[in-house]
């Protein structure tokens, strides 16, 4: 989450997001127009990038050296990409590819998907557990767990009795997070075991469309908007875990014996009460958008990102420990100039609020991006260690800029 690409109907543009104040524009191409993916890999300077020109064709560039490292046509409309240093995964409707993104060679085909008209996949980040993620079914919520570097079925979850929306890994890939198209109940499962570990209540009063969902590279809270003007955070802890010595008390009495009742209810009665509300939410001043959310940490301060289809980035603040109303902080054009003027009238608030800088001299333990696992400039290496060249083999996707990935800087 430190950059930002948008495709628009006269190409696409590439943003960095190291700061609240500024966005600065890394790059922007109006040679291919109407571009409806556009996926980069990490902070490097590869870039996939798909037109409702030809909607059949995948082009892969290098931006900063301004060429085209290669093309491949499909059968039928690609509707989404995913990408980590491993691997690059195409979905079409009914099949996907797998290929080896260091050569760009075909690995694996699956083909007779169930039929997946929005080309809703997960592919992990961290390329060491290349999990890929995708519906099993198309009248249910299962989940279909592909090994994407084995090229095996790992196993299937059944996750939701509703077709999936929505699905996303953590940043080591040890976690998956769903939502159904109902909207109502998110759910994380261990991977690769399928487990359930978490099950978060959305709210019961309406269906919604479910647009994103994701974790903070952390793995602590784990981030879901939608339709709807209100965008959830939810905290990733089992607070029974975290007070085993707490003081007999007649609500902790009372708590136990809620939990005891648990294992003599049905499973669905049971499920209600295990069930954790949102920790922070996020009231947008619009509805029925489709958006995308990012929890990440800009200028050392964990941030609640919401990027909108009609072309604005919202930024919030998060308090990590006491959560609530998060605060808007910054509001951004993407279709303006380059050095977006605008935003100087956009001072919402003060840039940190006094609550969250209380929260923040009480030492969060939210780590920085140096030393959260699977953080994107380094890909999973070690702090101030620079990616080695055989990160990427000799052949047509090599890239071998010097500065290409530069250490972390601490």
């Known amino acids: 989450c430190s950059s930002l690409a948008i495709g628009t109907t006269t190409g696409y543009r590439l943003f960095s997001l190291s700061s609240v104040e500024q966005l600065d524009q890394v790059h922007e191409s109006n040679e291919i127009p109407d571009v409806y993916i556009v996926e980069r890999l990490f902070s490097s300077s590869l870039v996939v990038v798909v037109s409702h020109a030809k909607p059949q064709q995948m082009n892969v560039y290098h931006f900063k050296k301004g060429t085209e490292i290669c093309n491949y046509s499909y059968s039928s409309k690609i509707l989404s990409i995913r990408l980590n240093r491993q691997r690059l995964v195409v979905c079409l409707e009914e099949s996907i590819y797998i290929h080896n993104i260091k050569d760009m060679k075909l690995l694996k085909t699956i083909l007779d998907t169930p039929p997946n008209t929005t080309g809703l996949c997960a592919l992990s980040i961290n390329h060491a557990n290349s999990y890929?993620?995708?519906?099993?079914?198309a009248t249910s919520g299962e989940i279909a767990l592909y090994d994407g570097n084995t090229l095996k079925t790992a196993c299937t979850i059944p996750a939701h009795d509703g077709p999936l929306a929505a699905l996303t890994f953590n940043s080591t890939g040890s976690k998956l997070a769903s939502a159904s198209e109902k909207g109502t109940v998110i759910r994380v499962f261990s991977i690769p075991g399928g487990q359930k570990l978490y099950e978060f209540r959305r709210g019961m009063k309406r269906y919604v469309n479910i647009s994103s969902l994701v974790f903070s590279m952390d793995s602590q809270f784990l981030c879901a908007s939608s339709n709807t003007e209100t965008v959830h955070v939810f905290k990733l802890e089992h607070l029974t875990d975290s007070?085993?010595?707490?003081?007999?008390?007649?609500?902790?009495?009372?708590?136990?014996?809620?939990?005891?009742?648990?294992?003599?209810?049905?499973?669905?009665?049971?499920?209600?009460?295990?069930?954790?509300?949102?920790?922070?939410?996020?009231?947008?001043?619009?509805?029925g958008q489709r958006n995308i959310c990012a929890l990440s940490t800009i200028q050392k301060l964990p941030r609640l990102l919401v990027t909108t289809s009609d072309g604005h980035l919202y930024i919030y603040n998060l308090d990590p420990q006491d959560g609530g109303e998060c605060v808007l902080i910054k509001k951004h054009s993407l279709l303006g100039s380059g050095k977006m003027e605008e935003n100087k009238e956009n001072d919402l608030q003060p840039p940190i609020p006094q609550s969250y800088a209380a929260t923040v001299a009480r030492h969060s333990t939210v780590p920085s991006t140096s030393t959260m696992p699977g953080y994107s400039e380094d890909g999973g290496a070690l702090r101030g260690e620079v990616i080695p060249e055989h990160e990427f083999a000799t052949g047509p996707v090599c890239l071998d800029d010097e500065n290409e990935f530069p250490p972390v800087s601490i």
């Open 132 to 137: 890929l993620a995708y519906p099993g079914s």
């Open 243 to 287: 007070r085993p010595e707490e003081p007999p008390t007649w609500s902790g009495y009372m708590g136990k014996m809620f939990q005891a009742a648990t294992n003599y209810l049905p499973a669905q009665v049971s499920g209600m009460m295990n069930q954790d509300r949102a920790f922070a939410t996020v009231r947008l001043n619009i509805s």
